[in-house]
């Protein structure tokens, strides 16, 4: 039998459709393609998502609305840092930099809070929890930091802070002067390290066992470019690695001139009477 | 009857009336522009506007470049969500509206060809997300101006204090906060807003020429919508499950080449991000946006022209 | 002869009726003409395919068989509205617009610009008399004032044929006569009018011509005066007439050598209103016959 209109129609439409889908396909592949690799499009692994938010989140993440999630998260995640519950922060800033991978402040505040103030948190929140119980897992947090930064730094491979970061953790939390100078020295080739920098370096470097000769001659090289870089932290380490290191006493620097120092350091002071 | 008569009715017999006629469009659109601001839409933006003033007052411990990055990712985020909300509701709404109340009858019945009517309803569905954005994007500027000034000056005056700093670093560090206030690209971002709103209507409009009811309209939309944004990701896993399947090849690689893929259009979210949009790739968007209205509308009118009422 | 201003040439309109195979035959190989400056009045029962035969000629609808012209042009053919003036029936425009603005909208479609269309929509508005309402909503008309607000904008871009279906339904009566009165200054102004309504007493009133539509099919068509008149008959209308009186003149006619009969004795009726119901009655007929055939042959076939 001849079939109605509608059917027809339905058929030719359907058709029409499926056409412009082919046609249209390897063009949006493309652009879709470029728009990634140009950071245009973050792709967000659905999986990893889906088990820990519900799907409806997942849907508005696809749907265009990634950001709306991530601020949702974040003042979830402040809030949880307001009742101490580091495994929610934890679980939070995973998301939320899943989500905002190239978002810089969010790795950095998501370390921060894991390995400075839950491994605090861990030392001294629960005085029931026997000291060394306490010890260790203050150091699984600040590890847990660091592994998040390392993370950070995989999407992130130029970013000055994040080396920054992960530096400063190693020197304040674990101690670890070599590790610290190394991820300060990467910090110094990323985009726009900030002017200390480099001292930090040298500074760090300078406690690396065996590499004192090393960070002698970068900080000499520092010193040399002027007053600006003349600090006291730079002279004196300057000064104990003269003493480690034998310099001649003709090689030497000298000695800070205390007068001049106390101006520097109180501008306002009247110059001591003759 | 004499010659001049004569002639006089042959020229009434075929009347010229132009076969399209922009100006006919434009008086259809701004009538459906008039209906949709007076059926009260604006009202969202006084909702906007309280949005966005309580986001720049969220004064939560983090840097200042992450607070202006807040302030725009709820702001872009709720106008997102207004204009494809509005694109599917308003449309769906328009020509069942019509046909119950037979204005359509009426419209119709006056030398207006069906495209027309079909183009006019979409221009004012358009013109209303495009003006809404735009006073959105104004208001939200402003907050923005103003939010980025005071936020700059604390983090100034902070890191002055804090002392250690070259003034280098300050600026550096000024410098990034900057780049996440007001900027010029943050306009291509609503371009995109737009364009995405642009597809979702002229999707809508297609599914209202054969939908029977305004209800049923605005669901196969929404979920068009919904799917659009993930077939083409699930499409792997289907595939991959089903193999050469003839379920694979009958039905879901056709349905996953009929559904518009929406991927495209989320570089709003990067944008707002602060990642650098190139005039080229915008273009190639404005392209795939115009193409994909330009058929939509196109086979809309196939459903629409010899539709009985 | 000019060209008619409605031109309806053996017109069906099949409906398919749910995703059945059934069918509904609306309107059946049914012409007419309308000619240029006369009113033409379509009656019919409700359901008898009025509004389907104007939707037709307005090209709001495809026919599925015959072809409908106005003024020449096929209906299918967007010119042919720029002729036509429409008032659909129980119109509802937007709530939304004034008075003054529906108006400037429809003048607008129409090609009217600046102050010829102002101008244009206050005459209008005089026209049908609702200048008070001018700047009130049409959300906050009565239904009196929307048909007229209707007519008024049919008639905005001065069209040449005015299409009405049913333009007093629900109008009171000094409502309805305005409306008359309007038709009347159409007519006057030749401009062609294609109205139909079951309201007979008005048809009466008004048309030049009427046609009678039943079950889809034109019974009878042609000048109002022509219609109603039987030329074999006669009429006696007598008053306080006593039943021995009647007996009387009944035995008289039955003893009449001629041949005369009595057709038919009761209270008197407006003829068309007669005719009307006898039409209905004739076509009721024979669908019911129509529809035991299909029955006979049905079973036949089992
Ligand atoms: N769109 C449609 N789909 C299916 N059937 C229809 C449609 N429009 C009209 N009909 C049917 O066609 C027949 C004629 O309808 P139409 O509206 O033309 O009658 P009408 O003479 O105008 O009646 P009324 O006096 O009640 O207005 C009716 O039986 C109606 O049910
Ligand atoms: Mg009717």
């Known amino acids: 039998m001849k079939f109605g209109r509608t059917t027809r129609k339905t058929v030719a439409v359907l058709a029409l459709l499926l056409v412009f889908g082919l046609l249209r396909t390897p063009l949006e592949s493309r652009m879709t393609e470029k728009f990634v690799a140009s950071g245009l499009i973050t792709e967000v692994s659905t999986s990893q998502l889906s088990s820990a938010v519900g799907q409806s989140t997942v849907l508005a993440v696809l749907g265009g609305l990634r950001p709306l999630v991530a601020i949702y998260l974040t003042l979830h995640a402040f809030d949880a840092w307001s009742y101490r519950e580091w495994d929610t922060v934890e679980r939070d800033y995973r998301l939320i930099t899943t989500l905002l991978p190239e978002d810089i402040d969010s790795w950095k505040t998501g370390a921060w809070h894991m390995a400075y103030n839950a491994s605090a948190s861990a030392l001294y929140d629960d005085p029931d929890i026997p000291e060394a119980v306490g010890k260790k897992n203050s150091r699984d947090w600040i590890l847990k930091g660091i592994e998040f930064l390392k993370r950070g730094i995989e999407q992130n491979p130029d970013s000055s802070t994040l080396h920054q970061e992960l530096a400063d953790i190693y020197r304040q939390k674990l101690e670890e002067p070599c590790l610290a100078a190394r991820h300060y020295k990467l910090a110094m080739e990323g985009d726009r390290p900030r002017s200390f920098v480099p001292r930090f370096y040298g500074y760090f470097l300078a406690r690396c066992p065996g590499r004192e000769r090393e960070a002698y001659d970068f900080l000499m090289e520092l010193y040399h470019q002027g007053e600006k870089q003349r600090l006291p932290t730079l002279i004196s380490r300057i000064k104990e690695l003269e003493e480690k290191l034998d310099v001649p006493a003709t090689h030497r620097i000298p000695d800070p001139d205390p007068d001049v120092e106390i101006l520097k350091k109180y501008p306002h002071a009247k110059p001591a009477l003759p | ?309 | ?302």
């Open chain 3, 1 to 302: 002869m000019s060209v008619p201003a409605v031109e309806v040439r053996n017109l069906t309109k099949v409906f398919p009726l749910s995703l059945k195979k059934e069918y509904l035959v609306a309107v059946e190989d049914l012409s007419l003409t309308v000619n240029a400056g006369e009113v033409y009045g379509l009656i019919g029962p409700n359901g008898s395919g009025k509004s389907t035969t104007m939707k037709v000629v307005l090209g709001l609808m495809a026919a599925t068989t015959g072809s409908t012209k106005v003024f020449g042009i096929e209906s299918r053919d967007v010119r042919s509205r720029h002729q036509i003036g429409f008032l659909p029936e129980n119109p509802y425009f937007y709530k939304h617009l004034t008075g003054f603005e529906t108006l400037k909208f429809y003048g607008r479609l129409c090609g009217l610009r600046g102050r010829e269309l102002k101008d244009r929509a206050n005459e209008m508005l005089a026209l049908v008399d609702l200048e008070v309402a001018r700047d009130r909503r049409l959300g906050g008309y009565s239904k009196g004032m929307l048909q007229r607000i209707g007519l008024a904008q049919a008639m905005i871009q001065r069209p040449r044929l005015v299409v009405l279906d049913e333009p007093t339904a629900g109008v009171d009566p000094i409502g309805s006569r305005q409306i008359r009165d309007l038709i009347f200054k159409l007519k006057e102004d030749g401009i062609s009018v294609f109205l139909c309504s079951h309201l007979l007493e008005q048809v009466q009133e008004v048309c030049d011509r009427v046609g009678i539509i039943a079950n889809g099919r034109m019974w009878r068509e042609g000048p109002l005066h022509e219609l109603i008149a039987i030329e074999d008959q006669t009429e006696l209308v007598l008053r306080d007439a006593s039943p021995a009186l009647l007996e009387r003149i009944r035995n008289l006619v039955a003893s009449d050598s001629g041949g005369a009969e009595l057709v038919r004795s009761g209270h008197p009726r407006t003829t068309l209103e007669r005719l009307f119901l006898d039409i209905v009655r004739e076509s009721r007929e024979a669908k019911a016959k129509e529809d035991r055939e299909k029955q006979a042959s049905k079973g036949a076939k089992k």
């Open chain 2, 1 to 309: 009857m004499s010659e001049a008569a004569n002639a006089e009715t042959e020229e009434r017999t075929v009347p010229r009336v132009p076969l399209f006629s922009p100006g006919r469009i434009w008086v259809l659109t701004m009538s459906t522009f008039t209906q949709l601001v007076r059926m009260k839409t604006f009202y969202f933006l006084i909702i906007f506007a309280v949005l966005v003033a309580a986001a720049s007052n969220l004064n939560l411990l983090y840097t200042p470049a992450q607070k202006l990055r807040m302030l725009k990712d709820a702001s872009f985020g709720a106008m997102s969500i207004f204009s494809w909300l509005f694109a599917i509701a308003a449309t769906a709404v328009l020509i069942p509206r019509d046909l119950e109340d037979r204005t359509l009858y009426t419209i119709l019945a006056k030398p207006v060809p069906r495209l027309e009517y079909l183009l006019g309803k979409l221009f004012g569905v358009l013109l209303t997300i495009g003006v809404a954005l735009v006073v959105m994007q104004v208001l939200f500027t402003g907050f923005l101006f103003f939010r980025e000034v005071t936020v700059l000056a604390a983090e100034r005056q902070a890191l002055e204090a804090q002392g250690g700093m070259s003034p280098e670093d300050i600026q550096a560090q000024l410098e990034l906060i900057r780049a996440q206030g007001v900027q010029w690209q943050l306009l291509y971002a609503l371009v995109a807003i737009f364009l995405k709103a642009g597809v979702v209507a002229a999707v809508t409009m297609l599914v209202s020429t054969f939908a029977s009811s305004t209800l049923f309209t605005m669901i196969v939309a929404t979920i068009i919508f919904l799917v659009g944004h993930f077939h083409k990701l699930a499409a792997g896993y289907w595939l991959h499950e089903l193999g050469d399947s003839l379920v694979a090849k009958l039905v879901v690689k056709p349905v996953i080449m009929i559904i518009p893929d929406f991927r495209v259009f989320n570089v709003t979210e990067n944008i707002v991000g602060g990642t650098p949009v190139t005039t080229g790739a915008m273009l190639a968007l404005v392209g795939l946006a115009l193409l994909y209205m330009a058929v939509y509308s196109a086979v809309a009118l196939y459903l629409f022209i010899d539709k009985e009422f």
